[in-house]
């Protein structure tokens, strides 16, 4: 007989079995669907640093919206959005409306409102922003006879490649607020990139969306978020030990997912998840959000930006002080300034105290220190 699989799920955007500590959030998007237009949450953005889940609570907020009889459109921020938002997208939303018949509740995998499905109508056939425009004009007079909406989910917006296109997306949905219809948007990126997009232009809407920066989870849902699917599937695991995986995911709901699947995967046939197994399992998460976790983040740094956290990295005390920084980098103060505000506008590091910055992603110290010559 095979062992019971992991029920972790480390994939990121992968929903995980149990999202913890995020009901607050949750709840305010939810009622921003039941509140109509004008209502702060119908515009969100959702921030915070890599594996700190702004990819699960977009997923969780299409269930909201879907529960609600809503219709999404889920993307993400790369080239060609607009593309495929009039291409596909938009369409495809229109095609099940045509094709559900009204009797039918249900269809993919979301409910329907009564009557919506079996519509006779049909969605105008432009591409590009005038395109988008009219599409969802069109979706949106049609719902709003029926109580509902669309929801457009939009993660990644720091993705370089595809701000043009995230830009005209925002300057559309904007004019739909304007009109007060039945629209509904959720962004979600890393620090810098919706810094971006709240100075842009056309994003002024956007500045008074709801903002919601991720946290750390508490110690009591990171143990929660550990324990719950551990017993779900049918092991037991101690108190200790759950209090042990929690303190080595540090809050963020990624290393729940990788530190659990890995203990876990230490021995899946033992009936009792023991103290060896946390200990090797934390050893292989770690490892392992080194290259899911750590290297794209510093891939996606300049290389003045590099060499400011390879002179952070020599530090084994948690923290680096601003002057040792610009000591090691052989660079003047305004120099160095310059660097540490970027790199806390990207979310990698903090302000630990005065004169003091610590990095933001648990275990980037040590992946840096591991790898000394590959950055």
């Given at each position: 007989m ?7 799920r480390p ?6 079995p149990?999202v913890?500590g995020?009901?607050?959030i ?5 009622d921003?669907l ?5 209502a702060?949450?119908?515009a969100a953005l ?6 700190i ?7 969780e907020?299409?269930a909201?919206a ?5 219709l ?10 607009l ?7 938009l369409?495809?939303?229109?095609d ?12 993919r995998g979301?409910?329907?409102p009564s ?6 109508f ?5 591409t ?14 049609v719902?709003?006879?029926h109580g ?5 989910t ?5 993705a370089?490649?595809g701000?043009?296109?995230?830009a005209?997306?925002?300057a559309v949905?904007?004019?739909?607020f304007r009109?007060?219809?039945p629209?509904?948007f959720a962004?979600?990126?890393l620090?810098?990139?919706v810094q ?8 002024t809407?956007?500045?008074?969306a709801r ?6 989870l508490?110690?009591?849902?990171a143990e929660?978020?550990?324990r719950?699917p ?12 759950v ?5 080595a995911?540090h809050g ?12 876990w995967r230490q021995d ?5 998840i023991t103290?060896d ?9 770690v490892r392992?959000?080194?290259?899911a976790?750590h290297?794209?983040?510093?891939n996606?740094?300049s290389?003045g ?12 005390t948690g923290e680096?002080?601003i002057?040792?920084v610009e ?6 103060h ?11 506008v990207?979310?990698?590091v903090?302000p ?17 220190q591991?790898?000394?010559?590959h950055?």
């Amino acid at each position: 007989m095979a062992p019971p699989r992991s029920p972790f799920r480390p994939s990121f955007g992968t929903s995980p079995p149990l999202v913890s500590g995020r009901d607050a959030i949750l709840a305010e998007l939810g009622d921003a669907l039941d509140a109509g237009p004008g209502a702060a949450g119908r515009a969100a953005l959702l921030t915070g640093n890599r594996g700190i889940g702004k990819t699960v609570v977009l997923n969780e907020a299409e269930a909201l919206a879907r529960e609600r009889g809503w219709l999404v459109v889920s993307e993400t921020a790369t080239a060609g959005l607009l593309d495929r938002l009039t291409h596909d997208g938009l369409p495809e939303l229109a095609d099940l409306m045509r094709q559900a018949p009204s009797s039918r509740r249900r269809v993919r995998g979301f409910s329907l409102p009564s009557g919506l499905g079996g519509l006779e109508f049909e969605l105008p056939a432009e591409t590009g922003p005038g395109g988008l425009r009219r599409q969802l004009n069109a979706l949106t007079d049609v719902l709003d006879e029926h109580g509902t909406g669309v929801l457009v989910t939009l993660d990644e917006v720091h993705a370089r490649d595809g701000r043009a296109d995230v830009a005209q997306l925002c300057a559309v949905v904007q004019h739909a607020f304007r009109e007060e219809r039945p629209v509904a948007f959720a962004a979600a990126g890393l620090p810098a990139a919706v810094q971006d997009l709240l100075a842009s232009d056309v994003s002024t809407f956007l500045r008074r969306a709801r903002r919601f920066v991720l946290e750390p989870l508490t110690p009591v849902a990171a143990e929660e978020a550990l324990r719950v699917p551990i017993l779900q599937a049918g092991r037991e695991v101690a108190e200790a030990e759950v209090a042990a995986m929690a303190l080595a995911t540090h809050g963020y709901p990624y290393l729940v997912q990788v530190i659990g699947d890995q203990v876990w995967r230490q021995d899946p046939a033992a009936p009792r998840i023991t103290a060896d197994h946390v200990r090797a399992g934390v050893a292989a998460a770690v490892r392992e959000a080194g290259f899911a976790l750590h290297e794209p983040a510093i891939n996606d740094l300049s290389e003045g930006d590099r060499a400011f956290v390879r002179a952070m990295a020599e530090d084994d005390t948690g923290e680096s002080s601003i002057a040792d920084v610009e000591r090691r980098m052989g660079r003047d103060h305004g120099y160095v300034s310059r660097y540490r505000a970027r790199l806390i506008v990207a979310g990698l590091v903090e302000p630990s105290r005065r004169g003091y910055l610590r990095f933001t992603i648990p275990y980037l110290r040590e992946f840096l220190q591991s790898r000394p010559d590959h950055f």
